[in-house]
């Protein structure tokens, strides 16, 4: 799967390039299910961050999802125009907005939950060495510790 003309900059057997085509992949699989349901991924990962939260605005999400607060903004509306999602006033601050789960976005975690495993069991994920696992976790975080220095 080389390309001659990007030999040196993008080379699918050097670690890096694999996890981009991985992760491609996985984002293609998770978008299609989830579109029987009339989602998009970045609205899923809304509902489950909403989910684990108790006061969590849209800056929360953008700033945890690594996604733009425009990105965050056009999901968070869909997904309030069609039910899934409450905007309300805060308890501790009323001059700002946390957003609440509806009925129809508590129900859906458990399908998020068996789309997810779906994944995991069909890739083998399960069956990996816990080491590969720790390891690919610190090269995670080294990465994501490299461009916050660049900020």
């Avoid at 992760?23 to 579109?35: A, I």
């Avoid at 997904?79 to 129900?107: C, P």
Wanted: aromatic share 10%; net charge neutral.
């Amino acid at each position: 799967m080389k390309f001659e003309k990007t030999i040196g900059f993008y080379d699918s057997n050097r670690l890096g390039d694999i996890l981009f085509i991985f992760h491609k992949n996985h984002k293609r699989y998770l978008n299609d299910e989830l579109s029987k349901y009339g989602l998009s991924l970045i609205q899923a990962l809304c509902i489950l961050m909403i989910y684990e939260s108790d006061e969590l605005n849209q800056k929360d999400l953008s700033d945890g999802l690594y996604l733009t607060k425009g990105a965050i903004t056009k999901a968070i509306t869909k997904l309030e125009s069609d039910g899934w999602v409450l905007r309300e006033k805060s308890i501790k601050d009323k001059r700002n907005y946390v957003l609440k789960l509806t009925d129809k976005g508590e129900n859906f975690i458990p399908i998020l939950n068996e789309i997810n495993q779906g994944w995991e069991s069909q890739m083998g994920l399960n069956d990996l060495n816990p080491k590969f696992m720790e390891t690919f976790k610190e090269l995670t975080s080294k990465s994501i510790d490299l461009n916050l220095k660049k900020e």
